[in-house]
């Protein structure tokens, strides 16, 4: 069974309107035009062939005459051209009974004789009636001889009907196939369409899926554009989320790493409204803003690169150690702590290190410690 969805249908509509319009106008045309185009076509040769005859002479048309009738199906007649009208008449039948011509009505008028006598041809066309015919006549005088050009027109009305009847059942059974076959082939067309709206779907829920189409056409080359959209928008998706996670991270380390140093400026700020600043805690806590703005700016570097350039050099690991308590005195104090250290049992405090990401290890520990 064919699955008809929208483009099928709409496909189906135009295909079934172009048809039967076509069909539509050519049954109306043979229908009630063929007739009169037949007669208009059997005029047209007779005159034809009256232009290739008019100027011959009476000795060279009754030479040619046998010829001129065998090829064109035609009869020429040739009377004299005197006497009444009913004896031309008369001589006219009997010539084309001669002929094997049988008519029910014909009549020359006078007024048709005249006109030939002025020089003039005349055209006739004579209706047989039940004979269901009709003579198709050209007049004309050569040589004081009046010469008929005749052809039968044979009436097809009854043909041209039952001809008409057969083209309207070929033309509804032509319609029918056509609808299928397009109905079938559209199908071809819709379903790698509907593949490509699946995987259109999906990608837009973030599913970056990849389909494979093979149809030789502009769709199986829109299937490879959608494939490498889905392939490139995987990728940016991918490195949004790694950003997206860098970004965590980073406000994350900054609001673990900047609470330190906040505390203890807020805690020699204090000291020094209470007046405990021995001389000390105005350097301490601008050497903690400036640390706090470095580690920042080092958290944001980090942030942007997977792997930071370690800058390494020499320094004296005692030293920053010694340091970084320091800066913790009020801090220890308020919460009724002492460190302990045993830095007099090592022998070489040199180390080659980043020393700024080893003060951030440092103030870590500590600060966690007191925690």
């Given at each position: 069974m064919i699955k008809m969805n929208k483009i099928s249908k709409k496909l189906l509509m135009m295909v079934s309107i172009i048809m039967l319009l076509v069909f539509g106008i050519s049954?109306?045309?043979?229908?009630?035009?063929?007739?009169?185009?037949?007669?208009?076509?059997m005029k047209q040769r007779l005159t034809s062939i009256y232009f290739e005859v008019q100027n011959l002479s009476i000795e060279e048309l009754v030479e040619a005459e046998q010829s001129i009738e065998n090829n064109n199906n035609v009869t020429i007649v040739m009377v004299e051209n005197h006497g009444s009208t009913e004896e031309i008449n008369d001589n006219v039948q009997f010539a084309l009974f001669k002929d094997k011509i049988v008519l029910n009505k014909f009549w020359i008028t006078d007024e048709t004789l005249q006109k030939v006598a002025k020089g003039q041809t005349v055209k006739l066309l004579f209706n047989q009636g039940k004979l269901k015919s009709s003579l198709l006549t050209v007049l004309y005088e050569q040589e004081n001889q009046l010469i008929l050009l005749g052809t039968v027109?044979?009436?097809?009305?009854?043909?041209?009907?039952?001809?008409?009847?057969l083209n309207l059942y070929s033309i509804l059974l032509g319609i029918i196939i056509s609808l299928l076959l397009v109905a079938y082939?559209?199908?071809?067309?819709?379903?790698?369409?509907?593949?490509l709206k699946s995987v259109a779907k999906d990608i837009s829920n973030l599913n970056f899926k990849q389909v494979e189409i093979k149809s030789g056409d502009e769709i199986e080359?829109?299937?490879y554009s959608i494939n490498e959209m889905s392939n490139r928008l995987k990728n940016a998706h991918s490195e949004l989320v790694k950003k997206n996670q860098s970004l965590?991270?980073?406000?994350?380390?900054?609001?673990?790493?900047?609470?330190?140093?906040?505390?203890?400026?807020?805690?020699y700020t204090i000291g020094i409204q209470d007046g405990l600043d021995d001389g000390t805690y105005t350097d301490v806590i601008l050497e903690q803003v400036t640390y706090t703005s470095e580690m920042v700016d080092y958290l944001i570097k980090l942030s942007k690169v997977q792997a930071?350039?370690?800058?390494?050099?020499?320094?004296?690991?005692?030293?920053?150690l010694q340091k970084v308590i320091a800066q913790y005195k009020i801090t220890l104090q308020?919460?009724?702590?002492?460190?302990?250290?045993?830095?007099?049992?090592?022998?070489?405090?040199s180390i080659e290190e980043?020393?700024?990401?080893?003060?951030?290890?440092f103030h870590n520990l500590i600060s966690n410690a007191i925690k």
């Open positions: 049954y109306l045309l043979n229908n009630y035009f063929s007739s009169d185009y037949y007669l208009y076509k027109v044979v009436h097809n009305t009854d043909a041209l009907q039952i001809v008409n009847q082939f559209s199908q071809k067309i819709i379903t790698p369409l509907e593949k080359e829109l299937s965590n991270t980073l406000i994350s380390s900054i609001s673990h790493e900047v609470k330190t140093p906040l505390s203890l400026i807020q805690a930071m350039k370690v800058n390494k050099s020499k320094f004296d690991l005692r030293e920053l308020n919460n009724h702590l002492h460190v302990r250290s045993n830095l007099d049992s090592i022998e070489n405090f980043d020393m700024s990401q080893m003060e951030i290890v």
